[in-house]
């Protein structure tokens, strides 16, 4: 059992030191160079991995780590200390319905998310308006032939509660209106990417995702008369759009403030952040 | 492995030699023994040890739940709305047990079979196609099987049925009958194999058909392989996430037919517990179910090995 003892302790002496050497390179760490990792929303994910790569590029000492899940694990993951940023598509340091203010974060707007209904391709419909879109997601409308498409029943999807997406769609597109379980012809999915394979794949089917995600396979359907796209958020006559934020513990300092100043910065609002389809928060005021 | 061999082979070699080169020889074999019997003992210990701190921490959060709402909400209340303090996982218990029913009552004949099809009937040119493609599809990740079943399957399914999602347990079972498919067959094909010929050549003997040969001699004399075979395709479809959220529709509400939209325990679990705040009531209740699901597939194994004892015995 010596022989056994020695080993154990050996084997963690060596971790021990590898650990401090990590934790010493780190605190010694010059103004940019560290590492930064981004967690939280999904929505956000294509523009955070964009802005890295970026910002990798200029500052080759810094290493960003990358992933999203739901909205809500950004904020969690900054107060738990597992990342440095938590990407959110609501103002995490606020009361939002179902949510709970996140204290001492700081909310860095980063950019502007428009979301979009979207249908499969074999639904007639081309638009909708508030009220019926409330009444789908509530249940009374069941049928797409009551929203003038064919005879066929309406097969529901939405994202599990407490995807940001969910929460601004809710509070936007259906004006606060429940999304009511059904018995039948109800789905959750569990990311913007499942929810698009879904209704590409699903006939007669009706979701929401963020603009950035939606192509040929599916349909996004006019607001109130108004077609989803990037001039009209800026012009203000499509409503469903919502800042995204990076959380922080505090105010941001050195690398995650470089980065953070990067991503704000006007070369890559009205550069890369474009392109991804995303809106610069400038546009807005 | 290593093994105790000093007193037969080496120690003849040895005699031939000088005896210092036997002694040294002696004292590699006791080193090399001794470091093997604390090298098992250590991972039986870490293997104990991991799997004590597992239910430690799953249970000691999971407990929390029960200082905050009363076990019979939890346990015998089939609403469950979170956003409003409903916790009640009755649905999902129910829909996990008859999911791992439905998917051993496809998947347990059929993979049987293509095992005494492999083992016993099959050309050897057929076995040797057939059994490397099980082994591969047992390593096939299981997001692979639930997009596919999500692209392929489920629109067969409301081709079939006339349903407009095709979402439910239907879809999740087929989906994981395949998947455990391979392990069952694989395993079984094993046991099978194992059956010492001299039963077969009894049997024949006697002048037994084939068919009377592989019912009532083969496969009961493997009975305990694949009963092994059996508990491990049941605990990988317990288990069993990623492919079931796909296809199972996420809704939690009680499976009264084949093609409701259901939630069961992992499914569940997955598609909250990111979304969840880390100290609430919710967040207790997703690890009460994950505590809830270790003890289910402890206790179905439990059950399993009971019966097949009992068959044994009988």
Known sequence: MKLFKKITFSALAAVFAVTASFAGAASAAGSLSGKITVNGSTALLPLTLQAAKEFQRMNPKVRIAASGKGSVTGPQAVKKGIADIGACDWDASIDVPGFKAFS????????????ATIVNKNVGVDNLTTEQLKGIYSGKITNWKEVGGADADIVVITRAFGSGTRVNYQAKALAGGDIVKKEKNYKETGSSGDMKTAVATTPNAIGYIDLVYVSG????????????????????????????????????????KAFIDYVQSKKFQQGSLKKLKFIPISAMK | MVQPTYDSTPAVNGSLHSKGDSGK??????????????????????????????????????????GQISPADFFLSFNWTPEEDKFGAAAFIINTISLTALTLLISVPVSVGMAVLTAEIAPVW????????????????SIVYGYLGLTVLLPLLRRASGESLG???????????????????RISDDAITAVPGKYRDAAYALGSTRLQVILRVVLPAAGRGILAAVILGMTRAIGETMAVVMVIGNTPQLAKTLFTPASVLTSNIVMQISNVEFDSTWNYALHMMAFLLLLISFLLILVIRFLGRKRREG
């Open chain 1, 104 to 115: 001492g974060q700081v909310a860095n707007k980063v950019a502007v998310i428009p979301f």
């Open chain 1, 217 to 256: 396979d599916v349909k996004a359907v006019k607001y109130n008369g108004v077609a989803a796209t990037s001039e009209n958020v800026i012009n203000g006559s499509y409503k469903i759009w919502a800042y995204g934020y990076y959380m922080t513990k505090g105010q941001p300092t050195g690398a995650v």
């Open chain 2, 25 to 66: 020889r002696h004292v590699r074999h006791l080193l090399a023994n001794t470091f093997a019997r604390y090298y098992f003992l250590f991972s039986i210990l870490a293997l104990c040890l991991v799997l004590g701190l597992v239910i430690v921490f799953i249970g000691k959060t999971a407990l929390l739940l029960l």
């Open chain 2, 126 to 141: 057929l076995k040797r196609f057939v059994r490397p493609i099980l082994d591969l599809l047992v390593g096939i990740p």
């Open chain 2, 167 to 185: 979402d439910g347990l239907l879809a999740a079972a087929l989906v994981l009958a395949l998947m455990v498919l391979p392990t069952i067959a």
